[in-house]
């Protein structure tokens, strides 16, 4: 079982690798062909990265703190509101037509509302992010709840088991694995928010790392930024991924 995993895990880090090499490969055609100062070769980028790690580094923190504090937050809401409506089909019959309605709309449209109340500090950004993951964990957990077989509720409640111990018992394990697929996928789109974010309105974070290089014509820490914002993004997901497998090990059975 120890040799499966650790050849699952050394092809895993394989396919990464190879990725990142032919990205690097095309990369480095693209820079040669078009010839430009905007788009430096990989090789200028990674050889000037290291000069600007001191300042790359508080952005990627600011920016990490961002995102993690908006997965918690809207996992911490969704979830149990996935539950109640996943379980109960009264009250998400009650609440869908609102849901149907607001799911759809792109949320980053609500960041003009969330700067006026909240101004331009980190309430903003995580609050717009947070909403926007909420969404997507609410739908995942809500589906999920409510394809839990009835056998398996039946089966513990003969057992002896109250709601509260077959929600625990039955009810979240069958959830986990979609609770985070949702929260894999979320974080990707929480990334892409927080740059937007962050380029507009901030003069912290990755985002606008990059923007201010942009905006001095500093393209090698222009992409140095870009390569940052592509760790944080590869890097939760990657988390997220690895928790998924540690507690749900029947699912890559």
Known sequence: MRKKTFCSALAHA??????IAVLLGLWHLAA???SSPAL??????????REY?????PAFAVSLYRVLASLGIASVLAVPAGLALGRSPRLDA?????LHVLYPIPKVVLLPVFLVLLGLGDAAKIALMSVTVFFQVLVSVRDAAACVPRESILAARSLGAGRVVTCLHVVVPAVLPELLTALRVGSGT???????????????????FIVDAWSMV???????GMIGMAVLGVGIYEVLALVERLLTPWRRA
């Open 218 to 224: 500093d393209y090698p820490r222009m992409f140095a």
């Open 14 to 19: 394989g396919a990464y690798l190879v990725s």
């Open 94 to 98: 009650a609440v869908s037509p609102a």
């Open 53 to 57: 790690v001191p300042d790359l580094a």
């Open 190 to 208: 929480a990334v892409a928010i927080l740059f937007l974010a962050e380029s507009i309105a901030g003069s912290t974070g990755l985002g606008y």
């Open 32 to 34: 040669v062909v078009i």
């Open 40 to 49: 430096p070769t990989p090789g200028a980028t990674v050889a000037v990265f």
